[in-house]
Each structure stands twice: as C-alpha cells, then as structure tokens.
C-alpha cells in the first residue's frame, strides 16, 4: 500500500509538471491583466497571508479550503470553522467563511464563501468628470463545496467545486472552477510536502453583448481563470510542549503572471502565542509580510500584515473556532 500511494503522487506530481506548458504557456515573464476573476488570487485567512502564502503544505484547519483541499482531511477536530476580514486595496472590503465537518474516520467535507466589494462609485463622463451623481457597484463572490479524504495517515486528496461571479456595473460572469490537492507526509520526522493547482476551468466572458460601429451586437471577449500551479514543502524543526517552530518553501506558477518563490516561518511559544512572518520573491507587488496569532480552548484569533508597495498594505482578521 505504501509503494501504491508513493507511486500515484509521483504520477500526479509528474502529470501535472509534464502539462505546465498546456496549463501555463509560457508568454514571457510578464502575464499581467490575461485572467478573469482576479479577487481569487487575494490571500484568505491571516495565518496564511502572515506567512507571505507559502501554506499550502501547512494548511490543516478551515483556511485549507482556499489553499489546499487535501488539508482538509488534516484538521484533527470533528468540526473546524474561519471567518476572515480583509482591508484590501482601494477601499476594498473582503469577507471570508469556511467550514469543514469531519464525516466517519477518513471522509471531511468542507463549505467555503468569499465576498469582495467596494464602495458605491460615480459615475463620470468627459462631460462632466466631476461626476454625473450616479453611481454602479462593483462585487465578487464564491461558493465552494469541497470533498477531502484521508487515504493513509499520511496522504490525503482533496477537490473543490466552486461558483464565482464577478460583477461591474451592468455586466455580470459567472463561472464554475476546480480545485485539486494532495498533502503527503514523508515519514521523516515532519516533513510534508503538497501540490495544488487551483481555479482550474474553461475561459468566461460578461454576459450580453456590446455594440460595434454603432450596428453590429458582439460577444465580449472570453478570458482564463487565474490557473494556479503551487508545489511546496515544510517542516517542523523544532517542536516541544514549550517551542514550534515551522517553515515553509512554496513555489508559485500562476497562469497570468511571472513564477514566484514565497517562503514562510511561525514561530509558537506555549501552543498559545505564535509568530510569523514570510517574503515572496519575484513578485513585484508584494514582499515581505508579519503576523501573530493566540489559540486558546479550542478559539484562535490570527492578524497578518503586508507590505504592498505602491499599493500601500493589506491586513487579515481572522477568527477560528474547532470541537
């Protein structure tokens, strides 16, 4: 059984290295603005966002289910819940829920939700730009459903289904996109590694048509989602009643932008108190990023904070709870 499961990761892994080319083309190193529904790269939950997002071989509680739905069968409690706060960009407001509910011994299913949205805007026009006192909204949403096993006690599959929909204006797309993910523990002391890829699905464009030349009706034009590529490892290497201390190498092969390399370390003092802090190279927007978190009796309370450059800064609020 055991050479079975190193032998699937192996042909997983390797299927899914073999089909970056047809999943990532390479475009050159800049791929900016070429995907749709781009609020599902926003990091969610502050323990992850703390950590510069190199998670997804840490992920094990509710958060997993935006990062890696094979952590999901990690959570040792029957239920494990999240709800996550964000002050984005731009007066951009993120809200955030996940749930996972473990069924028998090796079967979890998890429940997700995200909402981004920003103030009313008004409208202006070349006429009057200092505005026509209308306004339109902006908004995002998703739903996802998720199933996760636990085939060994040490490798684990997940899959997620989810609806999104983005809004502006009068326009409207929808989509349905997958998630895939395995987590593997090697047997040396800690040490795990995971692969995902994330919003896998076909190309969306606005519903409805636009009007060319003044006659003729067409279609918008279509574009991918924002394919994520994410293989990562971490270890513990210190861990006592007292000292934790974990880190994380994460490499990050995005659809619509250059490849990346994040890494993060926590730091836990009394399984109560615990530290972060994490650095993505390469990316040109973001760089380093901190965080704390206190669990206590089953409550967890998590606050990250990153840098954005021009951008300015982002920060998470997030709250656990798991029985």
């Not at 047997?187 to 995971?194: E, I, N, P, S, V």
């Not at 606005?206 to 994520?228: H, L």
């Not at 390399?261 to 730091?267: A, D, K, M, Q, R």
């Amino acid at each position: 059984m055991r050479r079975l499961i190193l032998i699937t990761v192996f042909i997983f892994s390797a299927q899914l290295l073999l089909a970056q080319n047809n999943l990532f083309p390479r475009l050159g190193g800049q791929r900016a603005g070429t995907s749709s529904f781009s609020f599902l790269k926003i990091d969610i939950g502050a323990r992850a966002h703390g950590m510069s997002g190199a998670y997804t071989a840490i992920a094990d509680d509710a958060s997993s289910l935006f990062w890696n739905p094979a952590g999901a069968a990690r959570s040792p409690e029957k239920m494990s819940t999240m709800i996550d706060q964000s002050r984005w960009i731009a007066d951009f407001q993120l809200s955030a829920f996940a749930g996972i509910w473990k069924i028998g011994q090796v079967h979890y299913i998890g429940l997700s939700a995200l909402a981004l949205y920003a103030p009313p805007t008004e409208i202006t026009t070349e006429y009057r730009p200092g505005g026509t006192g209308e306004y339109f909204n902006y908004g995002d949403i998703l739903l996802g459903l998720t199933y996760a096993i636990r085939m060994t006690d040490r490798f684990s599959f997940g899959i997620t289904s989810k609806l999104v929909e983005e809004q502006l204006a009068e326009l409207k797309m929808r989509n349905v996109l997958i998630d895939l993910g395995t987590y593997y523990r090697t047997g040396y002391k800690d040490l795990r590694f995971a692969v995902s890829l994330l919003n896998f699905g076909a190309p969306a464009r606005p519903e409805g048509y636009f009007v060319f030349d003044d006659t003729t009706q067409t279609e918008y034009e279509a574009f991918a989602p924002p394919t994520i590529f994410r293989l990562s490892v971490a270890h513990e290497w210190l861990q006592s009643e007292r000292h934790e201390l974990t880190t994380a190498i994460q490499l990050n092969h995005p659809v619509d932008n250059a490849e990346n390399i994040s890494v993060g370390l926590e730091y836990g003092l009394g399984q109560v108190l615990y530290l972060r802090t994490g650095n993505s190279f390469a990316d040109e927007v973001r760089s380093w990023s901190v965080g704390l978190g206190v669990k206590w009796a089953g409550f967890s309370f998590d606050y990250s904070y990153a840098d954005m450059a021009d951008l300015n800064r982002s920060d998470h609020l997030s709250l656990g709870w798991t029985f």
